[in-house]
C-alpha cells in the first residue's frame, strides 16, 4: 500500500492548529511538510503521464518534478510548478536560512495554501486525464 501524501499536507495543517513545540519549530515544520506532501503528488502525477524520473540526486528529482510542470502547455499544470517552486523556496528558507525570514507564522500559512492549491489542482486535472492524456 502506497502513502497518502495527502494525509502528510493534512497533518501539516494539524500541526498550524497545534501547540506542541516552540512556535517557529512548528512553522519551519509545517513549511517542510507541506512542500513534500505537494512535491510527491506531483510527482506520482507526472509519473502516470511519463515514465518515472531517475533519482541521480534529490535535487535533481525535485527539479525535474518542477521543471516538468513549469515547461507544460496546460496552464493549470504550468501553475501547479510555479506553486511547487515557491513552496520548495519556502522550505528551502525553513531548513536552511535560518534567520532570514522574519515572519515564520506568515511563511507557514503561505506553505500550506500553495500546498493546497497543488493537491486541489492535481486532483481536478486527474479527473481530466482520465478522460484524455496531457502530454
Known sequence: MSFDWEQFLQFAANLSQSSIGPQEARERCI???AYYAAHWLARKFSEKIQPPFKEKSKK??????????QNHHNSNLLQIGIDLDRLRNIRVSADYKASQVKNWTVKAQEAL?????IA???KS???????MPLS
Open 31 to 33: 513549511a517542510g511538510r
Open 120 to 122: 486541489n489542482s492535481l
Open 113 to 117: 495554501r500553495f500546498g493546497y492549491n
Open 60 to 69: 535533481s528529482v525535485h527539479q525535474h518534478v518542477i521543471n516538468y510542470f
Open 125 to 131: 486535472m486527474s479527473s481530466i486525464t482520465k478522460q
